[in-house]
T-cell receptor, first 111, second 117 residues
Framework: AQSVTQLGSHVSVSEGALVLLRCNYSSSVPPYLFWYVQYPNQGLQLLLKYTSAATLVKGINGFEAEFKKSETSFHLTKPSAHMSDAAEYFCAVSGDNDMRFGAGTRLTVKP | ETGVTQTPRHLVMGMTNKKSLKCEQHLGHNAMYWYKQSAKKPLELMFVYNFKEQTENNSVPSRFSPECPNSSHLFLHLHTLQPEDSALYLC????????????????FGEGSRLTVL
């Protein structure tokens, strides 16, 4: 069975600071990994995905994530936070079954 | 038309009402999903339809009744709901289900915010 764990339900950073949202996965087969973003009262929007090509994946809005098989991790980063990045972020895994989501991390950006 | 469209965006209903949520996808996908998102809880997968056939029902109470008349449309019929059913209901679609050759990448609608009084 596959699963993801997001470390930290709430992360707060200052505008211009590094954003790091952590995700670890468990999968019995090579995984497909995703990060989604959700703004208030909206659906989930795909930020980026890893599908077994390059391990460093670049997404929209300046975000990127690196697949590290040895650490079973897929952490999301952005060098400089913007106020508009405040949202809920979900890590997800698929591969041997339907997509499974983490519990989410709420990102707050302080001015 | 955007990829996945949900109507209505907001719905308020009493516990004795009957209402329906509608989802339509314009992506030519084969699988469609209903998720429930409650405050401070993880996303809950409710139902999965693959090629119009229901393939998963995650112990959802019978007061929620899904219907998938074709690969592009998905409904969630609601009757005699409880206040704890108040949540954001998200519809999603994917080209193929995860574990069946594709990535299982999901495309979401904007959601239907349901309030049960």
């Amino acid at each position: 069975a596959q699963s993801v764990t997001q470390l930290g339900s709430h992360v707060s950073v200052s505008e211009g600071a590094l954003v790091l949202l952590r995700c670890n996965y468990s999968s019995s087969v090579p995984p497909y990994l995703f990060w989604y973003v959700q703004y208030p009262n909206q659906g989930l929007q795909l930020l980026l995905k890893y599908t077994s090509a390059a391990t460093l994946v670049k997404g929209i809005n300046g975000f990127e994530a690196e697949f590290k098989k040895s650490e079973t991790s897929f952490h999301l980063t952005k060098p400089s936070a913007h106020m508009s990045d405040a949202a809920e972020y979900f890590c997800a895994v698929s591969g041997d079954n339907d997509m499974r989501f983490g519990a989410g991390t709420r990102l707050t950006v302080k001015p | 038309e955007t990829g996945v469209t949900q109507t209505p965006r907001h719905l308020v209903m009493g516990m004795t009402n009957k209402k329906s949520l509608k989802c339509e996808q314009h992506l030519g996908h084969n699988a469609m999903y209903w998720y429930k998102q409650s405050a401070k809880k993880p996303l809950e997968l409710m139902f999965v339809y693959n090629f119009k056939e229901q393939t998963e029902n995650n112990s959802v109470p019978s007061r929620f009744s899904p219907e998938c008349p074709n690969s592009s449309h998905l409904f969630l019929h609601l009757h005699t709901l409880q206040p704890e059913d108040s949540a954001l209901y998200l519809c999603a679609s994917s080209q193929d289900r995860g574990g069946q050759g594709g990535t299982g990448e999901l495309f979401f609608g904007e959601g239907s915010r349901l309030t049960v009084l």
